[in-house]
């Protein structure tokens, strides 16, 4: 989930309508003085401030004479213990089915030039432990910023498109190159490598943005995929539509509505495209060899189908008690139908032996199952509640689910989490997959599994 | 929390309380004028500790773009460094939030948070001390080593939030340097302190204020402005696109 | 079919330890359930009652005026034409009071605490002391004028004891910032729930601080003989105040007398203008709807906990059953070769599986309807924390027909898919495979 330090955009709203209050330790400053006679000890009250030029506030942010270089650092051990099935074998808690010691060093460093008011240039790498393996290492923002006439803003490198509005689930997130990870958010997507042009329309908060997105470095001009969006702001709701086109792909439409009923908000994404540039497996079998045991369909069979996608979300956040509350419906018209997917899991089921002989390898066809039954649903939801100083102070209460409706399985995260002081904190969780035997989350976790991890944060932090 | 919006809100409604006094009437329409900032934009550095008894002070700082006209603020937090580069962009009742470390707008229309919040009625809207408040009397006095007026108003109306405010105002420039002010039933809630001024413009502003939440012992806060300025802000600043432009 | 249903029922037997255990599974989670449900139901016939007596009333009036800034003022500032119109009603009156209302927050040594504070003529409603039961202090102590009663729960957390001075910030009804201080007098039994309602303090005090006039309050309750009478006693009093003063409509509701937050939401956003005050009629039954929605929740609540128990058993059923059909691998491949078909082997796993259900479901409603029994015989006196759920210090369970035998039918859907898996494993075997593999 979110590591701590970090505001959630919903705490993080609540806090701007209460103000900015935010809280930190007291660093180099010193405490006020409260003593009337000590203020107003000499009449000498008034300071003359030079008169400043139109606009030398938002300069001194938009330009600078040096490259600003920053970055964060993370690091954490996270020993964990894993039984299948305990409610069918009993649970001997001296006897994991699985356990394991993880430990995670990651950072990401960035600079940000802005040698104008009107251009800036940021880049940002990640690299996590161990360092030589080369994935490990890789430029995750590279982009300039210019602008024309204050009215047309530029951006084009590498840069995060984030086009839904949707926190656990979002469809309309169809540019970058990574999905929303539901166990993580808030997380940063990588995106691809685009020009983005943004014109504010004057007067108002409504906005225009259009894209091209560049997918290689060698690539034909007509491959370029284009993307524009409008967004409005009309009575307290900002709402957007939008459409995607690439040669060869799916076209994209999709409408977004973000606003508030009371103390609550509520999002909606919906999006329509007409193909797919998914396959189903229609056919599991020992004999399919060459194909990796499946047989799927045509993408162009489907070229003049229709599918939507859709989900709405509410969020609800009280500082005062510091409960915050989130939850997401999702239905995925690209997901299988009940019927097909008991078929393909029954299939790979019965013929279990089979392909484990031919793959040589038990975990291979563990890999196997879950790449088949991974989002193979059509009805998700997710849903978080957290409270912070549960019981006592600096301890937060965090309880996650993520439920698949189609197949009946849901994965449960309750978790404790405290901060000893800055830099270390230690967040206590279970985990625990249920469902049927062939419900998705049951696999993917290797069974009805009930699990115990400690994660221990040790100096993470922004610079 | 709420305490730090309530102090950001009425900030703005304490800046530039200035002019020659001669009589009280005429001091209230001074600091009414110079407390008048509709027609102007307005940006500083606003700098905010709290003190809590039992707690470690915390300290928050923020740039603040406004442009009360149109009801707009663009905010950028500085400090605490975990937040910093986090933005935020109001216009009526709606209200952005950009997060850089997802890259990510959201956008809420809540407004009961601010209607709940200690910040009420006259800490959120502009209103004028003449038209709100008769004085009930005017001596003079001494705070520190500087002479000054003190105003005893009492409410007009019954809908402003102090039935009684008391306002120690300095004699040879008028500029409001400490306030009390009293519920219904004739407490002290708060203290405000006003120590340090800036001039800009010609015009005068506190650059330092201290509040003693007197219903509370030991809860205080300070604000101190920097970089302040009255200079007309680009449109642009008032943008989701500005936000992003400026964000760490 | 019946040869089937009758191995089903001898296999049963015939393992006796498992049956029990999993039959016992299902009947701890039926109880538990049935508890839940029967509690739901008497919950909100008891709590109306209960409610009626602690909020003074069964039809209650309140008047609003437009004050400055357009603001809602709640007051009603001269209610002769009230009591005449209840008069003339010729509702069966047993009293009426009159009562100021606040939320503030109450201060006390560095803690703060938001809560509502009621303000009530206590010379006059003498009911109340025989209602709320004090933990400490004493009801003579709030003839003081500044004398508070606090729930147990709240003076917890705030810590103060009887003879404390707290203070209140609050805001008049007129929007301004107003402190006062009021003297602790005494400390209620908690009520559950409810507790945050029941805080107590003299109206002319609640008054003075709401910025009122001493003969002025914001709500008159009126209480009749009985619930019974509160719909056609509400609209007889409706029609005679309707000849004599501004009303507001009686509340938009749903057929089921509710109204849902929504419509609540447009309503308060239509911008209506008057002079004077203008007065809005409500029942207990209208206050209540949100009672309904307690128990919906508490309704909602044995519905899912039906479903998390059962996901549970329902893998322990499964994965025996699972077992089951390896151990009589040999038993069906026999009963395949004398010529039972797929679908009787079937059969004879399901039928297993649904007596269990049954068996264990039957049992837990019984066992509910014992242990209800059992419970309601308790008396836990009036100054029990719960005294608000319960009628004359008793629990007390009506259990719906209808959800009893849902229960069942879920119970025995959810056993049945949960053996479907390994009975359908069984039903594939074929005689042969079966006898070979026999142990």
């Known amino acids: ?463 | 929390m709420k305490r730090i919006f309530a102090i950001v809100a009425i900030a703005l409604a304490a800046i530039g309380q200035a002019a020659v006094a001669q009589d009280a009437p005429a001091i209230l329409a001074e600091l009414d004028r110079l407390g008048d900032f509709s027609g102007v934009d307005f940006s500083a550095v606003y700098t905010i500790v709290s003190q809590k008894p039992g707690e470690k002070d915390t300290v928050t700082q923020v740039r603040m773009f406004r442009r009360d006209a149109r009801k707009q603020f663009a905010m950028l937090i500085v400090l605490p460094e975990v937040n910093k580069g986090q933005g935020y962009l109001r216009e009526d009742d709606n209200v952005w939030f950009y997060d850089p470390t997802s890259r990510k707008f959201s956008f809420s229309s809540i407004k009961e948070n601010i209607q709940n919040s200690e910040a009420k009625n006259s800490d959120l809207t502009q209103r004028s001390i003449l038209d709100d408040y008769d004085v009930s009397s005017v001596v003079e006095g001494v705070i520190g080593k500087i002479p000054v007026w003190i105003l005893d108003l009492t409410a007009k109306t019954k809908d402003v939030s102090y039935e009684r405010v008391v306002m120690h105002v300095r004699k040879d420039r008028t500029m409001l340097l400490k306030q009390e002010d009293y519920s219904v039933s004739g407490r002290l809630m708060r203290t405000s302190l006003y120590p340090k001024y800036a001039e800009i413009s010609g015009r005068l502003m506190p650059s330092q204020m201290l509040f003693i939440d007197e219903l509370n012992p030991g809860e205080r806060s300070q604000l101190t402005m920097t970089e302040q300025s009255l200079s007309a802000l680009p449109d642009k600043v008032f943008t989701k696109a500005f936000l992003e432009q400026v964000n760490k | 079919m019946n040869t089937i249903a009758n191995i089903a029922l001898r296999n049963l037997s015939r393992q006796k330890k498992r049956t029990i255990l999993l039959g016992s599974a299902i009947a701890f989670g039926v109880m538990i359930v049935t508890l839940i449900n029967g509690f739901a139901g008497a919950f909100s016939a008891n709590v109306a009652e209960n409610f009626s007596d602690l909020m003074a009333g069964h039809i209650f009036i309140s008047g609003t005026e437009k004050g400055p800034d357009d603001k809602d003022v709640s007051v009603i500032r001269d209610d002769r034409a009230l009591t005449s119109a209840v008069a003339a009603s010729g509702a069966p009156i047993r009293y009426v009071t009159r009562r100021s209302a606040f939320s503030g927050t109450l201060i006390f040594e560095g803690k703060k605490l938001r809560t509502n504070v009621d303000g009530a003529d206590l010379e006059k409603e003498t009911f109340l002391r025989d209602r709320l039961l004090l933990k400490a202090g004493s009801w003579d102590a709030m003839a003081e004028g500044n004398a508070l009663i606090l729930s147990e729960k709240i003076a917890r957390k705030l810590n103060v004891d009887v003879g404390d001075n707290l203070l209140v910030q609050l805001q008049t009804a007129t929007g301004q910032n107003n402190v006062g201080e009021f003297r602790l007098a005494g400390i209620s039994f908690d009520t559950g729930i409810f507790g945050q309602m029941m805080s107590y303090a003299n109206l002319a005090y609640v008054n003075e601080l709401l910025g009122l006039a001493p003969g002025e309050y914001q709500t008159m309750g009126i209480m009749l003989d009985g619930l019974k009478h509160t719909e056609s006693a509400a609209a007889g009093i409706y029609d005679k105040l309707s000849g004599s003063v501004q009303l507001f409509e009686r509340g938009a509701k749903g057929s089921d007398g509710a109204e849902t937050p929504f419509q609540a939401l447009i309503r308060q956003q239509k911008k209506e203008s008057w002079e004077g005050v203008r007065y809005r009629l409500f029942t207990i039954n209208e206050v209540l709807s949100q009672i309904k929605q307690i128990v919906a929740a508490l309704d909602t609540t044995a519905a899912v906990i039906l479903v998390v128990l059962f996901v549970i058993i329902m893998v322990g059923i499964a994965n025996t059953f699972s077992m089951v059909m390896f151990e009589r691998i040999g038993e069906i491949g026999t009963m395949r070769a004398l010529g039972v078909q797929r679908g009787g082997v079937r059969s004879m796993f399901l039928f297993e599986a649904l007596f269990l259900a049954l068996g264990g479901a039957v049992a837990g409603i019984a066992l509910a309807l014992v242990a209800m029994g059992v419970i309601s015989l308790f008396d836990f006196g009036m100054d029990s924390p719960a005294f608000l759920i319960m009628r004359n210090g008793h629990l007390s369970f009506f259990l719906p027909p209808l959800r009893a035998v849902g229960n069942v039918a879920i119970i025995a859907v959810l056993t049945l898919i949960a053996v479907a898996s390994p009975a359908g494993k069984a039903a594939r075997l074929t005689p042969a495979e079966a006898l070979r593999t026999q142990k």
């Not at chain 1, 180099?28 to 000590?38: G, I, L, R, V």
């Not at chain 1, 803003?153 to 169809?174: C, D, L």
């Open chain 1, 1 to 463: 989930m979110t590591t701590s330090g970090r505001l959630s955009p919903a705490a993080a709203l609540t806090v701007l309508v209460l103000g900015l209050a935010l809280a930190t330790p007291a660093v180099a400053q010193d405490s006020p003085s409260f003593n009337e006679d000590d203020l107003f000890g000499s009449g000498d009250v008034v300071e003359v401030v030079a008169e400043s030029e139109r606009g030398s506030a938002m300069e001194s942010l938009l330009s600078s004479d040096v490259a600003r270089l920053g970055g964060s650092i993370s690091g954490s051990v996270t020993p964990s213990w894993k039984w299948f099935d305990p409610w069918a074998d009993g649970l001997d808690p001296t006897s994991p089915d699985s356990y394991g010691l993880e430990p995670a060093l990651s950072a990401l460093v960035y600079f940000d030039g802005r040698p104008s008011q009107s251009t800036r240039f940021y880049g940002s790498v990640k690299t996590a432990w161990p360092f030589d393996d080369a994935d490990n290492t890789r430029v995750f923002e590279l982009f300039s910023d210019f602008s024309w006439n204050d009215s047309l803003y530029f951006r084009f490198g590498k840069q995060t498109i984030n086009w839904g509005v949707g926190y656990f689930f979002s469809p309309a997130n169809v540019m970058n190159l990574q999905t929303i990870d539901v166990l993580d958010p808030g997380a940063q997507l990588e995106g691809p490598v685009a020009l983005r042009v943004n014109y504010p329309v004057p007067g108002t908060q409504h906005n225009l943005w259009a894209y091209a997105v560049f997918d290689s470095a060698d690539m034909k001009p007509e491959e370029t995929a284009l993307a524009a969006k409008a967004e409005f702001v009309y009575g307290g709701w900002e709402l957007g539509v939008g459409g995607y086109y690439k040669k060869d792909d799916p076209i994209r439409g999709m409408l977004t509505a973000v606003g508030s009923v009371g103390q609550i908000s509520v999002f909606g994404e919906a999006t329509l495209q007409l193909g797919t540039s998914r396959t189903w497996v229609t056919e599991v079998s020992s004999a399919l060899v060459s194909t990796n045991f499946v047989t799927t369909t045509d993408t162009a069979d489907y070229d003049d189908t229709v599918f939507f996608k859709g989900t709405t979300g509410l969020s609800y956040s009280n500082s005062e008690s510091g409960i915050t509350v989130m939850g997401q419906y999702l239905f995925d018209g690209e997901g299988y139908s009940n019927a097909d997917r008991d078929d393909r899991i029954t299939e790979a089921r019965d013929d279990e032996a089979a392909i484990k002989s031919l793959l040589g390898d038990d975990a291979l066809y563990s890999l196997f199952l879950k790449g088949l039954i991974l989002n193979s649903g059509r009805h998700y939801a997710a849903a978080s509640f957290s409270k912070s100083d549960f019981l006592v102070d600096d301890l937060s209460f965090t309880m996650f689910a993520v439920g698949n409706l189609s197949d009946f399985s849901a994965y449960l995260k309750p978790s404790l989490s405290y901060a000893f002081f800055d830099g270390m904190s230690i967040s206590l969780s279970t985990l625990f997959a249920v469902g049927f035997d062939s419900g998705e989350y049951v696999v993917l976790n290797d069974g009805r599994a009930f699990g115990v991890s400690i994660a221990l944060t040790l100096g993470s932090g922004a610079f």
